[in-house]
């Protein structure tokens, strides 16, 4: 079994920014998908940013330009910077790391325990 843990949430004002990282206890960050959710009290979980083994990266629409997504393949960690932060983007992020095997079964999908996030003034 992973574990994963983030870190680097916190309270800040509307326009300031957020480093969150997600620190994997075994050498998976660069073998699957690394993805950032965010989930608001009664709201549904949202996918904010993903990058793929090969580097590829994805954002929810809200969030390009402002957000970016990394990893560390020698650390073993995966990052999202998160600039011009907004009242609406407070929540819970969470990181996930999966794989799925040729033929679609699931290698693994790991779930941290999540971070809080609060923009507010």
């Known amino acids: 079994q992973v574990r994963l843990v983030e870190s680097g949430g916190g309270l800040v004002h509307p326009g300031g920014s957020l480093r969150l990282s997600c620190a994997a206890s075994?050498?998976?960050?660069?073998?699957?998908?690394t993805g950032w959710y965010r989930q608001a009290p009664g709201k549904q979980r949202e996918l904010v940013a993903t990058?793929?083994?090969?580097?590829?990266?994805n954002y929810v629409d809200s969030g390009k330009g402002r957000f970016i997504i990394s990893r560390d393949n020698a650390k073993n960690t995966a990052d999202l910077q998160m600039n011009n932060l907004k009242p609406e983007e407070t929540g819970v992020y969470y990181c996930?790391?999966?794989?799925?095997?040729?033929?679609?079964?699931?290698?693994?999908?790991?779930w941290g325990q999540g971070t809080q996030v609060t923009v507010s003034s």
């Open positions: 996930n790391m999966r794989r799925w095997m040729p033929g679609g079964q699931s290698e693994y999908n790991y």
């Open positions: 990058i793929t083994a090969a580097g590829n990266t």
């Open positions: 075994k050498t998976i960050v660069v073998t699957g998908i």
